[in-house]
């Protein structure tokens, strides 16, 4: 099982609401389809069709039906042109939404895991993003990222390739470009620039450290490396603590 999630900003403009960068994606699902991967779930993020939605109507700060709404659509959208280009290329989409198909419980992902296993068995290739999620516990409505959706997958189907294709070749620490990183190197890493409500590269290192699974950061340009199984960018090895 490999699990890929491909950055918001790698897909879309973060500058400017809802832009998707349509020759970036055309040239990921060339690159999935020319690669042939076997047991292949893909993630990505919301970018600029997510984030600014969040930060107009206050979603982490108010429950706010209409803008969850709003969110949720333009999310949708953004999947659709993904999976419109993966078609493009022979491939077999199966679009997944996690405001319909994932639910939180103080914060606790849960989803049922069928829905990927059987879109698998019949030859799709799933594809979830970044959304608004309910929480039952809390009844509120919170941003679920496509990194947290990427490591609770790959913990539940056990996955023995994970990674994050970014708009960097890896995680740099003071400046410098590593091959491998561990929480000793966690608060010398960089925050990010832009509009980003799920955190940065910073944010990204601690999920995975946390997390206990072994996940590569890399720049999209090498995603065909990393699903023809090369060593690419930076491995964060993670352990619980």
Known sequence: ????????S???NKSRIREAKMDVID?????IAEVKANNLILVHGAGSFGHPFVIKYRLKEVKNLKGVVEA????????????????????KPFPIHPLTTFKLSGGKILFDAEIFEKALDEGFIPVTHGDMVYDVKDRFFKVLSGDDITLEIAKVFKAEKVGFATDVEGVYVE?????????????????????????GMRSKVEKILRSGIKARIFGISKLREF?????????VIGNVL
């Open 27 to 31: 040239r990921i699902a060339k690159d």
């Open 1 to 8: 099982m490999i699990v890929v999630k491909i950055g918001g």
């Open 72 to 91: 949720h659509m333009s999310c949708k959208e953004l999947n659709t042109l993904f999976c419109k280009a993966m078609l493009k290329y022979g491939l």
């Open 175 to 199: 400046g410098e470009l590593r091959d491998v990183v561990t929480w000793k190197d966690l608060d010398k890493i960089g925050l990010s620039k832009g509009i980003d409500v799920t955190g």
């Open 227 to 235: 699903l023809s199984c090369k060593d690419v960018g930076t491995l």
């Open 10 to 12: 790698v897909i879309t």
